[in-house]
């Protein structure tokens, strides 16, 4: 395995997805209720995008499933579905999770570049904030593409957006951290009240670009977060049909709150670029 792949493994069963927005005991019901609490208040889209009823006796792959948030929706709404995840850590929490609350699915450790899946097995794959995670994303979605049904087989993923307001403002910060516009960016203080807490707390002198990116995203320390603009993301998924990308916004503070409510800004310049697609 390559090096950077160990320690985004490492990354994610050290600090399991969303897991630190919860204060309940680690791995009770009470800290899976906070966890799915957090994404729903933050990420509210992610129900109507996934609509987990429709896919009922389906095969469903979610490829990344973290805490389970989503792998347990799809379940409880019917779907046979498999659950595949770089980190053991987050994999045994998941499983943990369907225990508490008695569900049936099958969970396994994997990476999402090398499936170990047949050719056309799959309905659905759905992978949500995970593709832009591993080095090799382009080779992720051919191997999503190959275990997806022939004739409609459908994928559904999300990406983080290159062009949105959330990646201009983490940009912005690299830009003045240094030098002179380090000065300036006194004047722009106040703005950082409006965005999420976490990027408050680096050290942002001592960052590359990309790695000031990573740590904004998913926190000091996450090796790897990749962006991606629309043109990007539609040339990845090129093999697929009925290719459709649109973004949202995150709802993590007042002001991406309100841009939320502005649907036309949103849909270009949100951060999460959901990509639908089929075979
Ligand atoms: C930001 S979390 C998202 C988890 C979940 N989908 C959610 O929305 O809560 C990213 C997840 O992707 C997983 N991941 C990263 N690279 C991966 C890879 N190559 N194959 C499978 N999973 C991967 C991580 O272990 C982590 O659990």
């Known amino acids: 395995m390559e090096e950077i792949k160990k320690k985004v493994r490492a990354w994610w069963d050290s600090h399991p997805c969303c897991g630190n927005q919860a204060d309940s005991e680690w791995g009770s019901k009470e800290f899976f209720k906070q966890v799915d609490l957090y994404k729903d208040t933050y990420e509210p889209f992610t129900n109507t995008i996934a609509r987990y009823p429709d896919w009922s006796g389906k095969r469903v792959l979610e490829i990344g499933v973290g805490l389970g948030k989503d792998f347990s929706r799809f379940v409880g709404n019917g779907a046979r579905a498999t659950g595949i995840d770089l980190s053991a850590g987050s994999l045994e929490l998941t499983k943990r999770r369907l225990g508490l609350f008695n569900l049936k699915g099958s969970l396994c450790v994997a990476d999402a570049e090398h ?165």
Not at 151 to 171: E, H, P, Q, T, W
Request: charged share 30%.
């Open 115 to 279: 499936l170990p899946f047949k050719n056309g097995v799959f309905d659905l794959v759905f992978s949500w904030g995970v593709l832009h995670h591993t080095p090799g994303t382009k080779k992720a979605i051919s191997e999503l593409y190959r275990c997806l049904k022939p004739d409609g087989g459908k994928a559904i993923v999300m990406l983080y957006n290159k062009r949105s307001f959330l990646c201009a403002y983490y940009r912005r910060q690299y830009l003045f951290s240094r030098g002179w516009f380090k000065k300036i960016s006194k004047v722009f203080f106040p703005l950082r009240r409006l965005v999420p807490s976490e990027s408050k707390d680096f050290c942002y002198e001592k960052m590359d670009s990309e790695g000031l990116l990573s740590a904004c995203t998913d926190g000091a320390g996450n090796p790897l977060s990749k962006v991606y603009t629309r043109k990007e993301a539609r040339k990845m998924f090129s093999d697929f049909r009925c290719v459709k990308a649109e973004a949202f916004e995150h709802g993590k503070s007042r002001f991406f709150g309100l841009l939320r409510r502005m649907k036309i800004l949103e849909r270009h310049f949100g951060w999460f670029l959901v990509i639908e697609a089929e075979k």
